[in-house]
DNA sequence: ACCTGAACACCGTTCAAGT
DNA sequence: ACCTGAACACCGTTCAAGT
């Protein structure tokens, strides 16, 4: 992937004091533009802005704002570490590769909805779906049920980074109230379940990822398709 | 909740021709056009547009986009069918309220993406919410796991429609042909797994959601917390 | 082939002015 | 208290005109 980066890298003799224009360095700039200011903060005209050029210049490079969000989202998964060492424990194993894909997503606010939205596909998607089909095939698990079981896995992981997101904006007071504010309208009696509950609702982000990790793929391994 | 919704409304002698703008009003109108357009074809001033009115006077009725959408997913969630009897089989009926959720929002495009994005809270969320402890708890799970195992269920169905709604504007062949562009591009046996799964990482809709319920359950009930 | 300015058709939100 | 027109500060995308 990295000859694949650099076959775009275009000679910058012509313009000495503006970085040339390419796939490339759009991509990088709205992946920088992303990691620093969220979803809010990346748009196609401020990425034109931060390459100090128009918005309709980017449009030789990228076909629309999606297939951009498409690149940056595939640029990202170039840091999710994959294992090496094919006689390791797979287990332990998936579930590092999950946790590194989980924390990126984390790290950078606003990815996580870009990898809920777009379809992935590109090369380095390509490697970690590989990754993760061989790692699932040494547990034994089917080619079939690991194709299914990777959906599953990836799609949790980005799902509970998303809502953690949406949740960073939102304190946990003011979540609790607005709680308390719906189930307090309403008789005493009809809600015993949430009132018994209560904050664990929406308390033990850490632990409650590594819980799910092990729920998920106990899941995937004792359950076989019809 | 329906008398909630009653309280709201606004009497329409004042102008017979034009309904009255209610909460209600704005809320319905949105989820109106949400049904039928998707994501792209809600906004406020297309609400507004809808109800005859400019986009300003819906703020004296809705705080802004984010508290709209919240409400109209707590109005969408009204109609989840949630099981009555309490000497039925548990799992049957955590997975039917579970299908009729995910059914919801593969029928109203876009309304998976609001499901992923606002903070759902609302009288039906918590009915939903006190519904699924309750069955949860009568399959021997604990209520702090089953208040986890509730965020991995609902954020799994929520997901899994999104990516379908997603994919509704991808055609299956662009898909395979994404895929094999990407696969085709790299050395030969670097990606054997992928070659292997094929059309599996894509196919099976409903066969599929069908298996990860089960795959869900099973591990909810056999991972106890840490 | 690449880049650009200007325009088009939209957004959410605010605010002073009306009733 | 409710409603509105007009404005503000943005969007993605297109296109004719330049180099």
């Known amino acids: 992937m990295a000859a694949r980066e ?18 490339d360095v759009i991509v990088s700039a709205a992946l920088d533009l992303l990691s620093q200011k969220g979803m809010e903060g990346l748009s196609l005209r401020k990425v034109a ?6 918005p309709a210049s980017l449009y ?20 999710v570490e994959r294992p090496n060492d094919p006689a390791g424990d797979w287990r332990e194993q998936l579930k590092m590769l999950l946790r590194s894909y989980f924390t990126l997503l984390i790290d950078r606010p ?25 790692l699932l095939t040494r547990g034994g698990v089917d080619v079939g049920r690991a194709a299914w ?7 949790h992981s980005a799902g509970l980074a998303a809502e ?14 607005r709680l308390k504010e719906t ?16 904050a664990e609702l929406y308390t033990g982000t850490r632990e409650r990822y590594e819980w799910a990790l092990d729920a998920l793929i ?9």
Not at 7 to 22: G, N, T
Not at 110 to 131: C, F, K, N, S, Y
Not at 149 to 155: G, M, P, S, T, V
């Open 149 to 155: 079981a990777l959906d599953l896995l990836l799609l």
């Open 6 to 23: 650099q076959r775009e890298i275009v000679s910058r003799r012509a313009r000495p004091a503006k970085a040339a224009l390419s796939q």
């Open 218 to 226: 106990n899941g995937v391994i004792d359950t076989p398709r019809p």
């Open 49 to 54: 802005a931060a390459l100090d050029t128009g």
């Open 60 to 79: 030789v490079y990228v076909a629309n704002l999606d297939e951009l969000l498409s690149l940056v989202l595939d640029r990202a998964l170039g840091e």
């Open 110 to 134: 606003g990815l996580a909805q870009v990898a809920l939205r777009t379809i992935p596909a590109g090369p380095h998607m390509a490697d970690l779906t590989e990754t993760m089909l061989a």
């Open 183 to 198: 189930t307090d309208s309403m008789p005493a009696d009809t809600h015993p379940n949430i009132r018994a509950a209560g």
């Open 164 to 177: 953690q997101d949406n949740r960073r904006h939102t304190s946990m007071d003011t979540l609790m109230r």
